[in-house]
């Protein structure tokens, strides 16, 4: 009466309390006839689960107590119920099975009945496969593409060993496809513990150089390698979660943060060689699909990894074998040099001395030309050293050579052939006069007390001179001549000079 009146809520209460009057008395028969009331009521209400869960119930009480008068409408009740929430399949079988068991049904109303639902359930059924056939064509062309994207860049990839330029073609082939903000790879050293991003893209720009230590409890990245797993966040909330209250380092240059973040790790063989990341400005941007494409990505990434890290180490090694080489090519040139040249002074040796000095006898001969050598030394030299040591003596040494080198002209060879023996070789010296004006000069010069840190000291020097071609034609017997006469000076009075005679 309440049902037919339009009060199902207040009908289907009462029905719901004799259901359990009906079963606490055990009372089958009102008990299947409470369900299908409660079934009926809740399939008028729009309640298509519950009224389906309460036919299914009187069908099972029903056939259980062999009531062949109720089980035919349970079974059409419950039919009903299916077809309405398009489960046909299973409403056609139920129909079928009512219409074995309802003797009392006349056969052409079952038969008609049977034929309608048989109408519909193959028409849902032609829909249903058409979209299935739609659906799995429309994946199977997903995935081919993706299987075409993950060939293009794998192919790409392998191409290049300059990290950044796989980078930009990865987001080349990535940015067409899928929702993208954020690309980029980082390069993990074990040994350093530090991971090299040599660039990311961020909305198309390539960015700067970054690192992360694999220690950084705040890098996702870290986190990523550390792990050695795929990190896959919807949401930046997500993400936010995964490290706690610690600010999330997700390389994000401008204020659009990224809101879906994947982080995945890149494998060669078993070691872990560095990770990528992928992130878009949307949530829950990326598909399973996706991320299984990505993954495949990954592995090429991979090797692209190792081979940059291979040639980051070659650059490192012809850089270490470069700089090498360079030392020894300095070395060598360094013994080159103090093969030719005074430690102490910087001056020409005797060794670079008679070399040059040879050479320049050979071109005075061809050109008619001349050639003064002066042989100097210290007077008293020792005494400096006996009183203010060795190391003032150094100092000594290296000030009168500066003082030769300011007297005598650039175009002149000043050597140190001994402890504080000096020879200049002067080229083109003709006249009696230019080398009784250079060696008077010589001398002179050391009128000044020369500075040295222990304060002015004063010194003299004696000099012998010999001349090209009337004293000698080789360098030995020109500087033997003048180291003669530089000894006379010394027997008759030192601090003045002499020109070498043969009596």
């Known amino acids: 009466i309440l049902a037919g009146r339009g009060h199902e809520v207040e009908a289907l209460a009462v029905i719901e309390e004799a259901l359990r009057l009906s079963r606490s008395c055990g009372f089958p028969l009102q008990e299947a006839g409470s369900l299908l009331a409660c079934g009926r009521i809740e399939l008028s209400l729009g309640r298509l689960e519950e009224a389906t869960h309460h036919f299914e119930m009187a069908v099972e009480v029903a056939d259980s107590h062999k009531m062949g008068d109720l089980l035919p409408p349970a079974l059409e009740s419950l039919s009903t119920a299916k077809a309405a929430m398009n489960r046909f399949d299973e409403a056609y079988h139920d129909l079928l099975k009512s219409v074995e068991v309802a003797h009392a049904w006349s056969s052409s109303e079952a038969a008609r009945m049977l034929a309608d639902l048989a109408a519909g359930y193959r028409l849902e059924k032609v829909k249903r496969e058409a979209e299935a056939e739609r659906i799995r064509r429309e994946g199977l062309e997903s995935a081919n593409e993706r299987l075409r994207i993950v060939t293009r860049i794998g192919r790409s990839l392998t191409q290049s060993l300059e990290p950044r330029d796989i980078l930009t073609r990865m987001w080349s082939e990535l940015s067409a496809s899928i929702d993208l903000k954020v690309l980029g790879f980082g390069i993990y050293s074990p040994d350093s513990g530090v991971i090299e991003f040599p660039g990311l893209i961020e909305s198309g720009i390539l960015q700067k150089a970054s690192s992360v230590f694999l220690s950084d409890e705040s890098s996702l990245a870290a986190l990523c390698v550390r792990e050695k797993r795929a990190l896959y966040y919807a949401t930046s909330e997500e993400a936010q979660s995964a490290l706690g209250d610690r600010p999330i380092i997700t390389f994000e240059p401008t204020s659009v943060r990224s809101e879906t973040i994947l982080y995945l790790p890149l494998f060669r063989e078993n070691d872990i060689v560095g990770v990528m990341t992928v992130q878009s400005a949307r949530d829950h941007a990326y598909s399973d699909d996706i991320i299984e494409m990505l993954g495949a990505i990954a592995s090429f990434t991979a090797i692209a990894v190792e081979n940059a890290r291979i040639m980051i180490r070659l650059n490192e090694m012809n850089q270490t074998i470069s700089g090498e080489k360079e030392q020894v090519e300095k070395a060598a040139l360094a013994s080159s040099w103090l093969a030719e040249h005074d430690s102490l002074t910087g001056l020409s040796n005797r060794r670079f001395l008679e070399r040059v000095l040879d050479e320049n006898i050979r ?36 000030a009168v050579a500066a003082r030769l080198l300011s007297v005598f002209r650039d175009a002149d060879y000043v050597a140190r052939v001994g402890g504080d023996e000096f020879v200049v070789a002067a080229p083109g010296v003709k006249d009696a006069r230019s080398i009784a004006s250079m060696a008077d000069k010589a001398v002179e010069s050391f009128d000044e007390p020369l500075t040295i840190t222990e304060g002015p000291i004063s010194v003299s020097i004696s000099v012998g001179v010999a001349l090209f071609p009337e004293h000698g034609h080789s360098s030995q017997e020109l500087i033997s001549r003048a180291d003669d006469a530089m000894y006379l000076v010394k027997r008759t009075g030192k601090g003045a000079w002499r020109l070498w005679s043969a009596f």
């Open 363 to 398: 071109l005075a001969t061809l050109e008619d030309n001349s050639i003064a050598v002066f042989f100097a030394d210290l007077d008293d030299f020792k005494k400096v050293n006996d009183v203010y040591g060795h190391d003032a003596g150094d100092r000594v040494l290296v």
